[in-house]
């Protein structure tokens, strides 16, 4: 009998790596093993599957690396991203004795920009007036319900290759370009600072919770031009100042020296993104694609009609569904005005979406899963492999009753374990949703969305 299952197994195993191995069609087939009173049924059966785009009306959007400016697609539409955020203040942090403000200033630093690197933007800082804590952290929160909109306490112009930056090394030994943007805010705001300092204890400038009452953040938007957009790696806010430093020289004769307090936007404070959209031509029902868009735009909700294959679930074993979705090349190839596919897609089912990304879960291969190795730029695929694990825990949920399954295909980004040598692994550490701009039309044409399903008898 031994014998007699490892000839089933090892059937199977063949066949299965058979399907995963080619996206055409399986026509129905069956496979039997002899003798007859051990005979193993093997067929294959082919479910059509439904999708259609659903719009994202808000995403989870704390997150350490903002997105800022406006973007046009001519096929994906607009994108403006903006964000408020407080200052970390870390304990004993000081100015020194006479101090007197020479300026301040807020500078943004960047690595990454898509669009026109030469078309100038419009930035514009305003002071925060109410207290974030508490913050919806969703990116259809409007900041400017939380700042002073009156006036900006300081406006730039600037361009996605700006002429400032400086270059750094990396742990690898290359060099990149860290690109700045510094605006100049009105010295009033560095008195404010210097004036609580001097108080009894330091007033409010003693540690992270109290500055936070005193200074509440600072919300930044774009004002014109639709055609860069930058993820902003630092926030900083420097108050410069100068003292006299007695007796501070080699000679021991008074100096004078100038310093400044450094204060960053880091993860332990409060950091969230707004998000607009404008996807109306893209939400119009059509027969061949759906779409996924990213940060807060469209997402792909996928229908698996199982109730059609209730008869084979019932009475047969289901050992694989395989899983591929994909997408569509855009027409117009240049990438200066083109969004890319994003790099992974999560599967969720629909009743699972709600507490995933606020609670940092990771996928469970039953209610949630993610492509095998991202996006295929030489299929123009996403690849999710074998998925009966969903199919036969809510066959088995239901009892033997008709189900229907709706999933949604979500642009993410991934995090992986790395191993003992510090390359990355296949295991993932943290699923985000994707703030980066990304689309992709996703082919749901008659015959090319589909679960390719392998079955044998109990």
Same mark, same amino acid.
């Given at each position: %009998?031994?014998?007699?299952?490892?000839?089933?197994?090892?059937?199977?195993?063949?066949?299965? $790596?058979?399907?995963?191995?080619?996206?055409?069609?399986?026509?129905?087939?069956?496979?039997?093993?002899?003798?007859?009173?051990?005979?193993?049924?093997?067929?294959?059966?082919?479910?059509?599957?439904?999708?259609?785009?659903?719009?994202?009306? @808000?995403?989870?959007?704390?997150?350490? *690396?903002?997105?800022?400016?406006?973007?046009?697609?001519?096929?994906?539409?607009?994108?403006?991203?903006?964000?408020?955020?407080?200052?970390?203040?870390? +304990?004993?942090?000081?100015?020194?004795?006479?101090? !007197?403000?020479?300026?301040?200033?807020?500078?943004?630093?960047?690595?990454?920009? %898509?669009?026109?690197?030469?078309?100038?933007?419009?930035?514009?800082?305003?002071?925060?007036?109410?207290?974030? =804590?508490?913050?919806?952290?969703?990116?259809?929160?409007?900041?400017?319900?939380?700042?002073?909109?009156?006036?900006?306490?300081?406006?730039?112009?600037?361009?996605?290759?700006?002429?400032?930056?400086?270059? +750094?090394?990396?742990?690898?030994?290359?060099?990149?370009?860290?690109?700045?943007?510094?605006?100049?805010?009105?010295?009033?705001?560095?008195?404010?600072?210097?004036?609580?300092?001097?108080?009894?204890?330091?007033?409010?400038?003693?540690?992270?919770? +109290?500055?936070?009452?005193?200074?509440?953040?600072?919300?930044?938007?774009?004002?014109?031009?639709?055609?860069?957009?930058?993820?902003? @790696?630092?926030?900083? $806010?420097?108050?410069?100042?100068?003292? $006299?430093?007695?007796?501070?020289?080699?000679?021991?004769?008074?100096?004078?020296?100038? /310093?400044? %307090?450094?204060?960053?936007?880091?993860?332990?404070?409060?950091?969230?993104?707004?998000?607009?959209?404008?996807?109306?031509?893209?939400l119009e029902e059509?027969?061949?694609?759906?779409?996924?868009?990213?940060?807060?735009?469209?997402?792909?909700?996928?229908?698996?009609?199982?109730?059609?294959?209730?008869?084979?679930?019932? !009475?047969?074993?289901?050992?694989?569904?395989?899983?591929?979705?994909?997408?569509?090349?855009?027409?117009?190839?240049d990438t200066m005005?083109?969004?890319?596919?994003?790099?992974?897609?999560?599967?969720?089912? =629909?009743? !699972?979406?709600?507490?995933?990304?606020?609670?940092?879960?990771?996928?469970?291969?039953?209610?949630?899963?993610?492509?095998?190795?991202?996006?295929? /730029?030489?299929? *123009?695929?996403?690849?999710?492999?074998?998925?009966s694990t969903m199919?036969?825990?809510?066959?088995?949920?239901? =009892?033997?009753?008709?189900?229907?399954?709706?999933? #949604?295909?979500?642009?993410?980004?991934?995090?992986?374990?790395?191993?003992?040598?510090? #390359?990355?692994?296949?295991?993932?550490? !943290?699923?985000?949703?994707?703030?980066?701009?990304?689309?992709?039309?996703?082919?749901?044409?008659?015959?090319?969305?589909?679960?390719?399903?392998?079955?044998?008898?109990?």
């Open positions: %009998m031994k014998f007699k299952f490892l000839c089933r197994a090892l059937v199977i195993a063949v066949i299965a $790596l058979s399907a995963i191995s080619c996206n055409d069609n399986l026509d129905p087939i069956g496979f039997t093993i002899q003798p007859d009173q051990d005979r193993l049924a093997i067929g294959t059966d082919t479910l059509a599957l439904q999708a259609r785009t659903v719009q994202i009306d @808000s995403i989870f959007s704390k997150i350490q *690396y903002p997105v800022l400016g406006e973007y046009t697609d001519p096929v994906f539409g607009t994108i403006k991203s903006e964000y408020i955020g407080e200052f970390y203040f870390p +304990e004993g942090t000081q100015f020194h004795d006479g101090a !007197s403000i020479d300026s301040v200033r807020v500078q943004l630093a960047y690595t990454t920009m %898509m669009g026109d690197s030469l078309s100038p933007m419009g930035l514009s800082v305003y002071e925060v007036t109410k207290s974030l =804590k508490g913050i919806n952290n969703y990116s259809h929160v409007d900041p400017a319900e939380y700042a002073d909109m009156s006036a900006p306490l300081g406006t730039q112009t600037f361009t996605g290759k700006n002429s400032t930056y400086r270059t +750094e090394t990396t742990s690898s030994g290359s060099s990149i370009k860290v690109y700045e943007i510094n605006v100049m805010l009105p010295n009033a705001l560095g008195e404010k600072f210097l004036a609580e300092y001097k108080k009894d204890g330091h007033g409010q400038l003693v540690n992270v919770d +109290e500055f936070r009452k005193f200074f509440p953040g600072l919300y930044f938007t774009t004002t014109f031009g639709k055609s860069t957009i930058i993820s902003v @790696s630092l926030t900083s $806010l420097m108050v410069h100042y100068q003292y $006299l430093d007695k007796g501070g020289s080699s000679t021991n004769e008074d100096t004078v020296r100038t /310093s400044a %307090m450094r204060l960053n936007i880091t993860p332990e404070v409060t950091q969230i993104n707004h998000i607009q959209n404008k996807n109306d031509q893209l059509n027969p061949d694609y759906a779409y996924v868009k990213s940060p807060a735009g469209l997402m792909t909700e996928i229908t698996f009609p199982l109730s059609k294959m209730d008869e084979k679930l019932q !009475s047969q074993a289901l050992n694989l569904a395989n899983f591929t979705v994909y997408a569509m090349p855009e027409p117009d190839e005005v083109k969004l890319s596919p994003p790099d992974y897609l999560l599967l969720i089912n =629909k009743d !699972s979406l709600a507490g995933f990304f606020e609670n940092r879960k990771l996928i469970d291969n039953v209610t949630s899963f993610l492509t095998l190795s991202g996006f295929d /730029s030489s299929t *123009y695929s996403y690849s999710f492999g074998n998925i199919v036969n825990h809510y066959n088995e949920k239901h =009892k033997g009753e008709p189900f229907d399954l709706v999933y #949604y295909l979500i642009p993410v980004d991934v995090t992986f374990a790395t191993d003992s040598y510090g #390359y990355a692994t296949t295991t993932p550490i !943290s699923i985000n949703h994707r703030m980066w701009p990304t689309a992709a039309r996703l082919d749901k044409r008659k015959g090319n969305l589909k679960l390719d399903m392998i079955f044998s008898n109990f």
